[in-house]
């Protein structure tokens, strides 16, 4: 009897603690629609300018979302394009080849890395682009390049983590059976661990495209503006959605401004989907032929 | 302690002389020497943890793999040194191939599985060699006639004892001159560790198999020679009819007989 209410207890707790964190979401994603929804027109995305002319025809938009969806796209794409090589070459370091003390520093090290505040990296960007500035050209300041690196190094620390732990998961007997066959460590990686542990690795990454688009702190010092149209350059400033949500929600003028705020936000949530449902594609599709190719 | 029975294969393929394993400052494997012969099967029994699968994990060094452990003693494949430093390790293990305890083919296809061995070793030049390889490899573990017609199918949608069959196929494919066998029936059911039995049988003919076993039935049905370890220690070693009839030291005996296991 007793044990029959613990049981009971234990498992209506666990649903409303579920329960608790899904209306949390529902309710915060529900409230961004009800604001957001009336006011994604092709007037908020393009202002003045018709969409096939901004999107073809290569108009340049002024009044209008278009370029802070494209910049944050460029964005996302830029800092996963630099994270993605370095974590995964780092993270296989760290799981396979990397030993005793250097090995526990490491690790607590990245894991120190992933808590530095955004705002913090933000600025070791910004000296970044002094540097740039002073060392290189005075042409160069804060841009699109200088944010993408700066948020590959918020990032970082997922990927580098995500594909340790997703490596050093795979089972003993897994592991030995290509060696035992005659591979050399670097076959066995490519054969067998990296594709046993794809679906970690997507995961990190996956990650890092969601902390990417939303990142406020980081951009804002990197290069982010107002004003600045579809970037035509690495080294543009550019915009982006989560800075425009910010400037627009804390300095809105008119109840009209604070509207197309809530109108961004959903777009923001729209591009954060589909780039999730990009990268859930690419993990199945590079998933399965990791897996199966001839 | 001193090993009881005959060490000495008339015609060994692989000697082993006062080989001992440590894990750290654990003596795992202690003082052990043993010869195995040339077609012959040699099973290795003893209760848990008494050191047989470490000393199999010894013969393609495939303890490398493991942090802290460490080998002394001499083991030597054709008279060649294995842990020669200048010996290709990659090499080793093409010549002693090893089938684990749990079935774990590559989760990929059937063909794959096979192909793999032959491939990074470049045994085939063309697809139709490789093609040959597979089928033989195939053949001789006793899978073709069930696989034939879906090559292209992942390994792992095969039953547990197609699955080990599929893994003797691969090791085979690499041709190997000694086979090591982890427990290979223990995750099997009678019907298909009957196969299996069957199977070492057949392939005693090309090449010389160790196994490793906790049945001692199936070490009396499938071996020839049988060592017996125990915490360590080599105890007991000669022909398997002799080992399970007339052991001569008391703790094979016990063992055999089921006072301690």
């Known amino acids: ?294 | 302690m001193t090993t009881v029975g005959e060490i000495h294969a008339v015609n060994p393929r692989m000697t082993c002389r006062r080989v001992n394993v440590y894990y750290g400052d654990k003596h795992a494997i202690k003082n052990v020497s043993i010869d195995i012969g040339r077609n012959e099967v040699l099973a290795m029994i003893g209760p848990s943890g008494c050191g047989k699968s470490t000393f199999l994990r010894c013969l393609n060094r495939m303890n490398d793999t493991i942090e802290g452990c460490r080998v002394t003693g001499t083991i030597t494949l054709d008279g060649q040194d294995i842990y020669d430093p200048d010996l290709d390790v990659v090499l080793l293990r093409a010549q002693v191939g090893m089938v684990f305890q749990k079935p774990n083919p590559f989760p990929k296809s059937i063909y794959d599985n096979i192909a793999y061995g032959p491939k990074i070793h470049g045994l085939a030049q063309t697809r139709a060699e490789l093609d040959e390889i597979v089928e033989t490899s195939l053949r001789k573990a006793g899978l073709w006639d069930e696989v034939k017609d879906r090559l292209d199918h992942p390994g792992t949608g095969l039953s547990g004892g197609q699955q080990q069959r599929l893994c003797i196929a691969r090791a085979i494919a690499v041709s190997p001159e000694v086979i090591l066998m982890d427990e290979p029936c223990s995750a099997l059911d009678p019907i298909a560790t009957a196969r299996i039995e069957e199977l070492i049988h057949e392939l005693r003919e090309q090449y010389t198999i160790v196994i490793v076993t906790h049945s001692m039935q199936q070490a009396a049905r499938v071996s020839q020679r049988t060592a017996f370890f125990h915490l360590g220690d080599l105890i007991e070693v000669g022909p398997t009819d002799r080992i399970f009839t007339r052991p001569r030291h008391p703790l094979t005996e016990d063992y055999i007989t089921g006072r301690f296991g």
Not at chain 1, 88 to 109: C, H, N, P, Q, W
Not at chain 1, 134 to 148: D, H, I, N
């Open chain 1, 1 to 294: 009897m007793k044990r029959g209410c613990w049981e009971r207890a234990v498992r209506c707790g666990c649903y409303a603690a579920g329960f608790w964190v899904v209306s949390g979401a529902v309710a915060v994603v529900g409230f961004a629609v009800r604001q957001g929804a009336p006011h994604v027109t092709p007037k908020l995305l393009f202002g003045g300018v018709s969409a096939r002319e901004a999107l073809f025809g290569g108009a340049p938009v002024f009044d209008g979302l278009w370029p802070a969806v494209v910049g944050t796209f460029y964005l996302v794409a830029g800092a996963v394009a630099l994270a993605a090589p370095l974590g995964l070459a780092t993270g296989i370091y760290l799981a396979e080849f990397s030993r005793g003390r250097l090995k526990e520093v490491l690790t607590v090290f990245f894991d120190v890395l992933a808590g530095v505040p955004s705002v913090v990296v933000g600025l070791f960007g910004f000296s970044v682009s002094l540097l740039l500035h002073k060392m290189v050209s005075p042409r160069l300041g804060p841009c699109l390049l200088v944010a993408a690196f700066s948020l590959m190094i918020l990032v970082l620390p997922y990927v580098i983590r995500a594909t340790q732990s997703a490596l050093e998961g795979v089972p003993q007997e897994v592991r030995i059976t290509a060696l035992s066959l005659g591979a050399d460590p670097v076959q066995n990686l490519a054969w067998v661990l990296i594709p046993h542990s794809f679906r970690g690795i997507a995961s990190g990454l996956l990650l890092a495209v969601g902390r990417c688009a939303e990142d406020t702190a980081v951009i804002l010092l990197t290069g982010v503006v107002v004003t600045a149209g579809v970037p035509r350059s690495l080294l543009d400033p550019f915009e982006a959605l989560p800075f425009y949500i910010y400037y627009v929600s804390t300095q809105y003028a008119s109840p009209e401004e604070l509207e197309r705020g809530f109108g961004a936000a959903l777009i923001l949530l729209g591009v954060s989907v589909s780039l999730f449902a990009v990268a859930y594609a690419v993990r199945r599709a590079v998933g399965h032929w990791a897996l199966y190719r001839a």
